[in-house]
């Protein structure tokens, strides 16, 4: 079974830092994209970030702020939050399109989500 697990969540201040990590742990073949959602409270969850390959692509709202990065051998995805923004705020969901070992296609994956909140 596969499992994405997230952290590094919590409270800060607009203008401060945050670094999510999520690791993918599991009976694993391979992993093709990795990425970063979230879901602010009433609105629908959205794009923040993905890596594939090393090409990375980030949602217009948080270019030059955000920068996720990947360390294959960890199987574990990173998001660095820089500036942040109370509008930022919300539950940061972990994504994962992979093959699971005994498998020969790609299954997608998400974590149980953790909160950001950015206080103004």
């Known amino acids: 079974q596969v499992q994405l697990v997230e952290s590094g969540g919590g409270l800060v201040q607009a203008g401060g830092s945050l670094r999510l990590s999520c690791a993918a742990s599991?009976?694993?073949?391979?992993?093709?994209?990795m990425g970063w959602y979230r879901q602010a409270p009433g609105k629908q969850r959205e794009l923040v970030a993905t890596?594939?390959?090393?090409?990375?692509n980030y949602a217009d709202s948080v270019k030059g702020r955000f920068t996720i990065s990947r360390d294959d051998a960890k199987n574990t995805v990173y998001l660095q939050m820089n500036s942040l923004k109370p509008e930022d705020t919300g539950v940061y969901y972990c994504?994962?399109?992979?093959?699971?070992?005994?498998?020969?296609?790609?299954?997608?994956?998400w974590g149980q989500g953790i909160q950001v909140t950015v206080s103004s």
């Open positions: 599991g009976s694993i073949f391979s992993i093709n994209a």
């Open positions: 890596i594939t390959l090393g090409i990375t």
């Open positions: 994504h994962a399109d992979l093959v699971p070992s005994g498998y020969y296609y790609t299954v997608k994956h």
